[in-house]
Nanobody, 126 residues
Framework: QVQLVESGGGLVQAGGSLRLSCAASGRTFSSYAMGWFRQAPGKEREFVSVISWSGASTYYADSVKGRFTVSRDNAKNTVYLQMYSLEPEDTAVYYC???????????????????WGQGTQVTVSS
């Protein structure tokens, strides 16, 4: 069992930056790939980014590529999402999630998202 708690959301002006954190409980954090998703009002939840268990591989949605950076600190059981050049279209509830990879599967499409956090609101004003 893994419990995930996001923090760091808030209100920021367009062009600004925020860093989200996701703290995980449990001793097996380092065995999971960790991802970020977001859901804007009236829209479906969408993939934002994922980082492999070791941190060696990262993937991003095209909409955030070059502006967002995902990282993790396995010693602290924490994954981060650094967001730069924020746009009003980035306004959403951001969720972190923990994934396992079935044998033969690869990130990001093959991830099985097993655990989810409760989300943190990010609002970008124009």
């Amino acid at each position: 069992q893994v419990q995930l708690v996001e923090s760091g959301g808030g209100l920021v002006q367009a062009g600004g930056s925020l860093r989200l954190s996701c703290a995980a409980s449990g001793r097996t954090f380092s065995s999971y790939a960790m991802g970020w998703f977001r859901q804007a009002p009236g829209k479906e939840r969408e993939f934002v980014s994922v980082i492999s268990w070791s941190g060696a591989s990262t993937y991003y949605a095209d909409s955030v590529k070059g502006r967002f950076t995902v990282s993790r600190d396995n010693a602290k059981n924490t994954v981060y999402l650094q967001m730069y050049s924020l746009e009003p279209e980035d306004t959403a509830v951001y969720y972190c999630a923990a994934a396992t990879l079935p044998t033969g599967a690869t990130l990001p499409a093959g991830a099985s998202w097993d655990y989810w956090g409760q989300g943190t609101q990010v609002t970008v004003s124009s």
